[in-house]
């Protein structure tokens, strides 16, 4: 019986996975070089950072996948946990501080948008 991380289907889950991530990067380095100077000080870094993150978890999770012994106890497997606490925590205080603009210490209405 064939596992169902190791199907064509799964593969080409992957693939897709790699060519969005990549093109989000691409973007947000793009948008942040055309503002001008002090790229590295910009949102569009730190959002780069955090496509760079999910798609550095997504290729430790399909190779950790394709592993024979894809356990816990495979030395990938403690790397992708890292790297997915890492990618989930930044981008889910990404997304309420900048998508959602909600967590804006400073705003006259704390904890909703303005």
Known sequence: ???NCRTPAAL???IYTIVIYAIRIIQCI???L????KYWNKKEFLNSIKFSLALLTAILAYVWQQQSNN???SSLFPAW???AIISTTFSSV??????WDILHTHSKNY???N
């Open 34 to 37: 055309n503002i001008g100077s």
């Open 71 to 73: 356990s816990v106890q």
């Open 81 to 83: 946990l890292v790297f």
């Open 94 to 99: 990404w997304d309420f501080k900048f998508s």
């Open 12 to 14: 080409a889950r992957f």
């Open 30 to 32: 793009k948008i942040g």
């Open 1 to 3: 019986m064939q596992s």
């Open 111 to 113: 904890m909703l948008r």
